[in-house]
């Protein structure tokens, strides 16, 4: 009988205080008061409407992401998180990540947030130089930031996240490589370390900032951060992710391995696996919150994977990792036949792309890892 993949949770909280020019994520402006109660009831609607058939099944993670959960008050989410226990398998070592925004947390909430469940936070830094947030949109300033990870690690939250950019508007190699430098001193264990990109529908797409590195110099600045973080003890183990032993992030994880989840909340996405017969169903529920708060009971939107989309939806996710993959992973979590993508492995690994890795694994290649989107592209139904 076929193993079903790992669960986890994912629930996302759409409003921000401010939007940022450069964010391409399903968040909008919060105007007027925060809709806290009702949307909390629609969560707990939605969450209901799709946990019978998951009964039994353990949840080994939950993500509470935005938009900003952190303009959700402690008591909130306790009550949330409360009652998903009620109505899933929340295995008793799972990771629960809160998203948090350094202009959004007031003073003691973090132990409040751990009070109420919350093992993990990834807090959104994104630069240490107050002009540079300033021009990203950001509601805080260096400061907080600082406090924000001092009151982390009063509240015992050690196993934090921080978001960090490089490639932004005027910066050069020594201006990032003091961004991480900045981001160290506060002894994070995780760093999300990714370049500013100009992302389609963005404020920054239809207006680029001006002096933004060219593609040689963002490239010099990752190899300088790349260098600093693993002589400071952090190891890479996905494109952008980098942790100290032990404290990679298993929600992301369980993405990375094409692992399951349910996506509750708006535009909130899900990736079902199920037997008899063994399909993938691709999940997503209304983005714009009003509409959610409207149909929040109704389910989401389901996609079947058609089978000739399965490489390509395996490559996008196992070729981020850097410690490689096993080929047998494949048919473990598509349900296809190994050979449905081992002759792409083979011209890959022909082309310089993937390597060998211990024994039955692969993994990219530096140059792989530099020309990364190739190597997915090789997996498209049409080539």
């Known amino acids: 009988m076929e193993?079903?993949?790992p669960l986890s949770l994912y629930i996302h909280f759409p409003w921000c205080v401010q939007k940022c020019p450069y964010c391409d994520f399903n968040s909008f402006t919060l105007h007027g008061a925060l809709p806290e109660r009702a949307y909390l009831e629609a969560l707990q609607r939605d969450l209901a409407?799709?946990?019978?058939p998951l009964e039994g099944r353990p949840v080994i993670s939950v993500f509470l992401g935005g938009g900003t959960p952190s303009l959700f008050p402690p008591r909130a989410l306790a009550e949330l998180l409360a009652f998903v226990r009620r109505h899933y398998a929340l295995a008793g070592d799972a990771e629960i990540t809160l998203e948090a925004n350094p202009g959004t947390i007031e003073r003691g909430r973090f132990a409040?947030?751990?009070d109420a469940g919350i093992t993990r936070v990834s807090l959104g830094a994104q630069s240490f130089d107050a002009q540079t947030l300033k021009r990203l949109g950001r509601i805080h300033g260096p400061d907080e930031i600082r406090i924000?990870?001092?009151?982390?690690?009063?509240a015992g939250l050690d196993n934090f996240n921080l978001d960090l950019m490089f490639a932004l508007p005027g910066q050069d190699v020594a201006g990032a490589?003091?961004?991480?430098?900045?981001?160290?001193?506060l002894a994070p264990a995780h760093l999300s370390h990714y370049q500013l990109?100009?992302?389609p529908g963005t404020v920054f797409a239809g207006l680029p900032p001006p002096q933004l590195p060219d593609e040689e110099l963002a490239w010099t600045m990752?190899?300088?951060c790349h260098e600093r973080l693993a002589a400071t003890g952090f190891e890479q183990y996905e494109v952008s992710a980098f942790a100290r032993a032990g404290r990679q992030c298993a929600h992301n994880l369980n993405y990375w391995r094409f692992g399951d989840y349910v996506g509750a909340g708006a535009g909130a996405h899900g990736k079902l696996t199920h037997r008899e017969p063994w399909r993938i169903v691709r999940?997503?529920?209304t983005r714009e919150p009003r509409r959610y708060l409207a149909q929040a009971g109704d389910g989401p939107a389901e996609e079947i994977l058609a089978p000739d989309a399965l490489p390509f939806e395996f490559a996008l996710n196992a070729l981020r990792l850097t410690q490689g993959f096993d080929p047998a992973l494949f048919p473990e979590r598509t349900g296809a036949t190994v050979d449905r993508v081992s002759p792409t492995f083979d011209r890959l690994q022909a082309r310089g792309l993937l390597e060998k890795f211990g024994p039955g694994r692969l993994r990219p290649t530096p140059l792989g890892a530099r020309f990364l989107n190739d190597a997915i592209a090789a997996f498209l139904p049409d080539r």
Request: net charge negative.
């Open 197 to 199: 990109t100009l992302e």
């Open 222 to 224: 990752q190899d300088a």
């Open 283 to 285: 999940t997503q529920q």
């Open 3 to 5: 193993v079903l993949p």
């Open 148 to 154: 924000a990870a001092e009151e982390l690690h009063a």
């Open 177 to 185: 490589l003091r961004d991480l430098d900045d981001a160290l001193a």
């Open 49 to 52: 409407r799709q946990a019978p």
């Open 112 to 114: 409040e947030y751990r």
